[in-house]
């Protein structure tokens, strides 16, 4: 994959206050949805009652869609929104979302909650999810906050106990690089400590490498996440 | 956790055609909505609209709850419906969701399709979203369906290449079974062959070992999926 599939359109930070404020609750309101729709027990005509409703709105969604092949980067950060992303977005009711803030020194951390859309044994998180959002936050630090082409070569994870529904806290920072390399480490906890610990390798794509050794750095783009 | 926190009630397989037919196209109405909202481009009042609809159906599934402390188990496959997991709910929106097949030989498998509300990088899934399906289908294979109680040790995925949006399968086997070990092996793919290769380890929980050498094989309660 080349880069220049992977358009980039810069905005500012009004506008991305503008589109935030535009999207967000409505992302917010998908995901009331759907934890309801999980717990529901009313009857089938009340159900039916609910998909005229979801369905009217899926139709004055749909009147408009968007170009899906440029990726928006915001303008005061340089960092791609990120929009869809599962793991973070935004704009897609499926992630919890993840808000993940940089330290200085490379650190990546977020605070989030994971609610029963997210459950797998009864009030524990799905491992796969604790797999999902570790992935996402050592692919942040891998590549400095999705500036730098990476792609995922190898993740693993140790589970040391249940992860509890509720508040939690990620954490990823980049233990070493060798060569096209790079290492990173994280962990997914609660109040009580880790659950879930995390390992990954990140390479640089060979269309990344420069032959006289200067890094092409301008991508924004990881490629597994 | 002790095994009477995982109480199950058995449905009749006519019980769950019946439930089936009420709940299924009001989650795939849901997933409609997510995918419609990931790429909308309509106007703020729009915006509005639409949340409007979206909060008059949460509003409509919220009159009532169901209690969440149960889990149904199937009558015929003696498999618990696992309906509100994300990776293979039929309740769960976030959930692609997988349809996962059981053979004869242990062997599991699914064929599914994963569309814009999983994408990482441009045209392809999120890394995590790889590690969700993994974790879960090996967890299956692991666990006999989710009968035996099981929880994830560690999990080691290996990313061959992108996995390109569409149409996958995943397929999970027990490699090998050492005292309260399980090794499972399993895949994720496209029609060109295997893009992410996992290997993960499973537990049987000290409560489910029976100093005598019988295991307690009842609880169907995997902790970690």
Known sequence: ????????????????????????????????????????????????????????????????????????????????????????????????????????????????????????????????????VLDHILGEAASDGLTKPLFTGTITLKYMRGTPLGPVRAEAFIERTEGIKTYARGYLGDAQGHTVEADGVFIRPAWARDPGGQERSDSGIRDSA
Chains 1, 2 share one sequence.
Not at 54 to 80: F, K
């Open 1 to 132: 994959m080349a880069m220049q599939d992977f358009p980039f359109d810069v905005i500012t930070a009004d506008e991305y206050d503008r589109l935030r404020a535009a999207y967000e609750p409505l992302t917010e309101s998908m995901r009331r949805l759907v934890a309801a729709g999980i717990r529901t027990g009313v009857d089938v005509d009340e159900i039916r009652q609910a998909q005229a409703a979801i369905d009217l709105a899926t139709e004055v969604l749909e009147r408009t869609q968007r170009d899906t092949t440029s990726t928006l980067r915001h303008a005061g950060t340089g960092r791609p929104l990120a929009w869809a992303n599962p793991a973070v977005g935004l704009r897609n009711a499926i992630a919890p979302p993840m808000d993940i803030r940089h330290e200085s020194d490379g650190t990546c951390w977020a605070e989030f909650t994971l609610g029963p859309a997210y459950e797998g044994p009864p009030g524990l998180v799905h491992g796969g999810i604790c797999a999902l």
